[in-house]
Each structure stands twice: as C-alpha cells, then as structure tokens.
C-alpha cells in the first residue's frame, strides 16, 4: 500500500530514494492498466480518507529485481481521497514501484505506504544512480551505531587527534578522524578500512557515504563512546564528533512513513 504523492507535493530527497532504494528488491517502472476499488469487506483496515485499490499494471522497464517480473503486475495501493471524497485517477498513470516479490505469479507488495512515486526521466535516471551505488563493490556498509572514541592532544595549545570508530551492519571497518592543528581549519575524513588514509576526505553531500552517515549517526557523541577517556580528552572527542555532524548538515528526509 502507498500513498500517492499530492500534486504540490515537492520531489523526493536524495535520502528518501536511498531510504526507499535500499529496502525494495524490486524497482519497477510501470503504466497503470486497471484500478478496482475493493469493498469495505475485501479491503479490511484502510487508513482513513483512503481506499483500497487492486492495481493492474503493465511493467514497461524492470530497474531492479534478480528474478526478473512478469510484464504485468497486480498489488493493493491505499489512495488518499481528495478534497470530494474522490480516488485520483490514475488509469495509464506511469509509476515508480518500490516492492518485494508476493506469494503468487505477478503478484507484489509495495515495501512501504508510500513507495509508489510518478515516473519521470528524470526520476529513473536518479534512481539507477543510486541503485548502482549501493549494489557497486566499494559501497560503504550501513551504520548501526557509534563505537568508541580516542583522543590524544598534541603537545602544543590547540593541536589534537580524534578517532571514533562507528558499527556496521557487515562488520566492515569505518571511522572518523579529525585533526586539528593550530592556525588552521580542523580537517576530517572517514576511513573504510582498517588504515586512516592521510589523503581521505569528507564525504560529497549527496554522496551514500554521505548519506550513511548522516541519516545514521546520532546528534551527539554517546557517552559510552568516552567512557574510558579522561575528561578533558572526553570533551575534546564531543567537539570533534560535533565538528562532523555539523559539516554532514541535515539527513534530509521529508518522507512521513517508513
């Protein structure tokens, strides 16, 4: 079931097609062929000023999907009325699905209420972009959560180092650090991998890297991230991981449902 984006809805974020990219091992591009509005008693639990549809559609480019797709697809679509009580029409509508395979032939289930979006070139071209991105071999892994930090100050005022070190989901290594020397700008980087590279940087805005990070990463440092530090190092680790949320800016997402 989705909800269909309103007509002053404005486009989705770069956040929000990774959100909806990353769950759906299947994304197609589809024209909508029949729409059946089920009765109260088919449809069950309808969240309200919505109705249940039954949605023939005729798969016109599969994006992603293993297995392939039957050239026609049928799903339940949960479509908001408008301001008559009204269905959209919809009938030869051109769609994005996000979904998951369902129990039967050509039968799938949308991932989410709202992972129907309108097909534009535009749109495709954005979601194949991202698409190849996570499935690439050097794809940065999702964060689970941060791990512990480690501070050493230099030997002149103002100088230091941080290192925090971040939990994914595959066990692969990632890490911030950040440099600060006096008369200059602090430096960060992230490192995937066991060695900091001195040349890394921070990640593209836009980037998945960058999206990792920032839709994933906590505001602030979390204290058992510095529980064995002393305090002054403890304090100087929060600036630091400070440093980097700011400089990531917002995650950016303006979807309402997951």
């Known amino acids: ?28 591009n589809v024209r909508i062929r029949n729409i059946i509005i089920l009765k109260p008693e088919q449809a069950g639990t ?8 039954f949605i023939e559609a005729d798969v016109t480019g599969l994006i992603r999907g293993e297995s392939g797709i039957s050239p026609l697809v049928t799903y339940l679509y949960d479509a908001p009325l408008d301001a008559r009580g009204k269905v959209p029409k919809l009938k030869k509508a051109q769609m994005i699905l996000f979904a998951r395979p369902g129990g039967r032939p050509g039968e799938i289930q949308l991932t989410a209420p709202d992972s129907q979006i309108p ?53 692969d290594p990632v890490s911030l650090s950040i440099l600060r020397r006096p008369g200059q700008a602090p430096h960060w980087a992230v490192a995937l991998g066991e060695i900091v590279d001195e040349a890394a940087r921070p990640p593209e805005p836009g980037s998945l890297l960058w999206y990792r990070l920032a ?18 190092d403890a304090e100087a680790a929060r600036a630091d991981y400070q440093l980097v949320i700011d400089a990531l800016g917002p995650c950016g997402r303006t979807r309402k449902t997951g």
């Open 1 to 28: 079931m989705v909800t269909q984006p309103s007509a002053g809805r404005p486009g989705l974020s770069y956040a929000d097609i990774v959100d909806l990219a990353d769950k759906a091992p299947l994304v197609a």
């Open 46 to 53: 309808v969240p309200a000023g919505h109705k249940r549809l």
């Open 119 to 171: 097909s534009t070139p535009a749109e495709v071209d954005r979601i194949k972009n991202v698409l190849s991105a996570l499935v690439a071999p050097d794809a940065p892994p999702r964060i689970l959560d941060v791990g512990d930090a480690f501070h050493v100050a230099g030997t002149i005022a103002g100088e230091g180092e941080t290192q925090i070190f971040l939990r994914t989901e595959n066990g």
């Open 215 to 232: 839709c994933s990463l906590p505001a602030t440092l979390p204290a058992r991230s510095v529980r064995s530090l002393a305090v002054q």
